[in-house]
């Protein structure tokens, strides 16, 4: 079987997985895990991106020590954030975090006064989330322009990653359809729109399409890593959730999916996008997917609220265990409060029990009073967010949705995925955990010819357009591969 390696790093974690592939089987084992801890430094939020890339060079030994010499390594990441490189390749300063504040309601504003909100969905169609690239960098030429002044580049973080461990620069097409900057339906950088960012619009790289080699491994990483130099880094989904849906075990049509983990990304999959007012104003994004489909969903603030709640409690010196916690909330009654998780007080760090609280007060609950009620409330806003979600994208795609998947790491928590079945009336298939990482695999493994020829029927895989490898199996036939390996746990709603 080939080995292929697949680098995914989230905003709270980063694994390195390892997986053999042959046609019609896939087994797949994580090789190296490690924690994503962002700095805060006296300018701001920032990645601690040089941790992230021993990590990774760590994580590429480690497999070659377990599994041996991979065909291929492929990079996916969280969206949006960038780093600048000059002309001799030199990093200018430590990418932001999306939560940093530089991205306030000014910033926004002097945007929207350029090009309004309206001007702007048709021209990218995305959802408005204030840390979306194209808000970023106005923050940063507004503020501080010296970097991008200076600059020869500007890479997205699976980009930058490629380019350390490559030597080559380009922009992973999935990925760089976040930044705001991409025409829509077109998929190209948008000269206006890069203006409008405060940027010229020469820093952007070259688009490639998942599949396309980037380029093979530099000497020096070879040697870092025990690998073989020139092994090809190949371009995958490189935006994580690119990658989750192509690794979402989904059958036919008529399904919807949650890709849960920091973020609770919802919606369905589409051929073209929806740039209809009403989709503007329910906030839906149209991001692009691999093999060119439309990756049409909404932002749900996700686990992330949990994961502060948990990190306030240890600050204030409670050790909770989470499974303790989500036992004890999942043995509390249904019809406790709720609160809108996608409202903006979420979205920075801090005291997230105290703002959870806040916010159901002011929603006319009465606050959760213990960690396990604050768990519950979290998890049935969510379920809650959720199922709105998917109704919405049902309303505004036309695409029926008759059983909704739920992958990532929020598929291994039994009590939302249970919540989730309850409030949409429809059946939850959860898992893989490792979506993602499995979706960043498989479009490796098909572009070097790993998993055969495609079938008779077969819809037809990536690569034709764009110079990505596709090797014409279909992204339902490795949809289909996944669901054989990793079959999804089904959760029956018990109200409808
Ligand atoms: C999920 C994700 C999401 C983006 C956000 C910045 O990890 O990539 O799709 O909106 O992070």
Known sequence: MSLFAAVDLGASSGRVLAARVEPGRLAAAEAHRFPNTPLRLPDGL???????????????????????????????????????LD??????????????????????????????????????????????????????????????GAAASLLLIPDLLTYWLTGQRAAEVTNASTTGLLGTPDRAWSAPLARLAGIRPEILPPLVTPGTVVGG?????????????????????????????????????????????????????????????????????????????????????????????????????????????LGQAAALPAGGPVVDPDAPEFLPPGDMPARVAAAARAAGWRAPRTPAETVRCV??????????????????????????????????????????????????????????????ALVQARAHGALGAPRPGDRGGAGGGGGGGGGGVSLEALRALIRATAPPTRYEPTRS
């Open 46 to 84: 920032h990645w601690d991106i040089g941790r992230l890339y021993s990590e990774v060079l760590a994580g590429l030994r480690a497999l070659g020590e377990a599994h041996g010499q991979p065909r291929s390594i492929g990079v996916d990441s969280w969206a949006v954030d960038y780093g600048l």
């Open 379 to 440: 998890l049935d806003s969510l379920a809650a967010a959720y199922a709105r979600t998917v109704r919405a994208a049902e309303r505004l795609s036309g695409r029926r949705v008759d059983v909704v998947h739920l992958v990532g790491g929020g598929s291994r928590d039994t009590l939302l995925c249970q919540l989730t079945a309850d409030a949409l009336g429809l059946p939850v298939l959860a898992g893989p955990a490792e979506a993602t990482a499995l979706g960043n």
């Open 217 to 325: 491994l530099r000497p020096e990483v070879a040697e870092e890593t025990g690998l073989a130099a020139g092994t090809p880094v190949t371009a995958v989904g490189s935006h994580d959730t690119a990658s989750a849906v192509a690794g979402v075990p989904a059958d036919g049509e008529s399904w919807a999916y949650i890709s849960c983990g920091t973020w609770s990304l919802v919606g369905v999959e589409l051929d073209a996008p929806v740039l209809t007012e009403d989709s503007r104003a329910a906030g839906f994004t149209n991001e692009a997917g691999v093999d060119s489909r439309v990756r049409y969903l909404h932002n749900v603030m996700g686990l992330w609220i949990l994961q502060e709640c948990l990190r306030a409690w240890e600050r204030a010196g409670h050790r909770w265990a989470l499974a303790d916690l």
């Open 87 to 148: 002309g001799a390749g030199r990093l200018l300063g430590l990418p932001y975090h999306y939560r940093d504040a530089r991205t306030g309601p000014a910033v926004v504003n002097a945007v929207h006064a350029a090009c309004p909100p309206t001007a702007l969905y048709a021209a990218n169609g995305l959802q408005h989330l204030p840390f979306t690239t194209l808000y970023q960098l106005a923050a940063e030429s507004a503020g501080s322009p010296g970097a991008l």
